[in-house]
């Protein structure tokens, strides 16, 4: 029978505020696996933290304490993090991209110590990220620890199930952080879509519905999901917005927002043959003044952090862009929103800084091949380019005369 534990990988917004809230509630012991040696230091000191959960249909929120887990730091306490990986039948997985190649090594070093240990229970890794084909990635860096008979023992005895992260994850408001520094803010969706590719029983009492078609279901929610929120921050920062409350509650911002969600989602469903309606988890819905929540401070500048990675071309902007030039429609919304991004500023932000530094120097046109990986030798991408370039230069205010588009004199 599989143990009522849960192992979280990573202890940010997602990993304290989701997931260990819906596995808390369901009466699992839970163990952090976390790269800050500082933030576990503070987690054990303290042993609580407070879950804000802000409401999706009407303002407010309410509160939930998670105590008695474990935590470990990935870089000094690693061994303690591979015998916990080894010793349960549930991981969570919750980082960004760049932690994947060391969190790989981890978790196949961990897949080892069961092989040498004979342990033969099943393991599931839960994958809740914010990145396309996670599962594919893991197992490609755990395979680099494995020898033949171990990674034959992995496919026998792990399972790779990815998952729909359907729930906010901000920073504390300051009266949040004076009550507990160590305070989450969340939102209230109390499920988590999963994939069906579980080598053991699904973790009793958590709300873990299975769906199918889980890569395609993935990426629409990247790529259509995301795009939404991302466009909500770059077209709400150009309008002089701070918070994700004002551009939701902008009707342009909203329309470009939709818009580039549908662009996205059209794109995709062309790509997989599959209809729009049974790849959308949460049906569009008309705008309800009541759902905005001023309660909930969430930066724009949270919501676009990392510009480097949103604009690359295999994340939720080009992306889908492509997808929809490849199937024959023009992203008209989505080309828009990359070119505001090139706009978006984030002084704390380094890659926001250092994408505002290169297109300083270089000019946009270089600006736009290098972060959004476009090959112009390529018709699609060409057109893509095309496509950004105008959308960068029609929002811009300044005098025409002065815009290097297409000027040769």
Known sequence: MAKKELVLIGAGKIGRGYIADLFNDAGYKLTFLEYSEALVQKLRAQGYYTVFRSHNDRPGYDKAVIKGYDAFCTQTEYEQCINAIANTNYVSIHVFPGACESIGHMLGDAVKLRYQSGNTQPLDLLFCVNFVYPGDIFRKYMLERLNEQEAAFMEEHVGFVESLVYRLGADPMPEMRAEDELSILSGDNDTLPVGDEWKGAIPEGVKLPVRDHMPARLVYKIWAGNTSHLANASFGQRKGYQWAWQSEADPYVRKCAAFCAREASWGIAAEFGMEETDLREHPEKRFDPASINPDVEDPLTRIAQDPKRKLARNDRLVGP???????????????????????FKSPKDAAAVEIGEYLSENGIEKAIEKYCQLDRSKKEEEMLFQLILAQYFDVNEGDHFDMPYYKKI
């Open 321 to 343: 862009a492509l997808l929809c030039l490849k199937h024959g429609r023009i992203p008209y919304y989505l080309a828009r929103s990359a070119a505001m991004m090139f706009y």
